[in-house]
Nanobody, 114 residues
Framework: QVQPVESGGGLVQAGGSLRLSCAAS????????MGWFRQAPGQQRDLVAT???????IYGHSVKGRFTISRDNANNTVYLQMNSLKPEDTAVYYC????????WGQGTQVTVSL
């Protein structure tokens, strides 16, 4: 089992952009869905976006039109392009992938300042 490794989080001003990456490069199983959840302090973990192996996508309501998820099947990597960021996007972003069962990353902090 391979834990996905996230990168790309950080601090950005409102209106700015960030790109998150998540690699499950050591996985030996075929990966089905990949995606991102996020969790703000005191809040539940919510879906940000998910993408199937064939490229079908689902977005959380609050990020539609601003975030774009994509993946590279050859390298077992998923990306999250986040544009027009808002302070309410501040959270720890967790990557996951499904290969027999769900594997979670350790999370990367995204902070959006006014």
């Amino acid at each position: 089992q391979v834990q996905p490794v996230e990168s790309g989080g950080g601090l950005v001003q409102a209106g700015g952009s960030l790109r998150l990456s998540c690699a499950a490069s050591g996985s030996t199983r075929s990966i089905a869905d990949m995606g991102w959840f996020r969790q703000a302090p005191g809040q539940q973990r919510d879906l940000v976006a998910t993408i199937s192996r064939g490229g079908a996508t689902i977005y959380g309501h609050s990020v539609k039109g601003r975030f774009t998820i994509s993946r590279d099947n050859a390298n077992n990597t998923v990306y999250l392009q986040m544009n027009s960021l808002k302070p309410e996007d501040t959270a720890v972003y967790y990557c996951y992938y499904v290969a027999l069962y769900t594997h979670w990353g350790q999370g990367t902090q995204v902070t959006v300042s006014l």
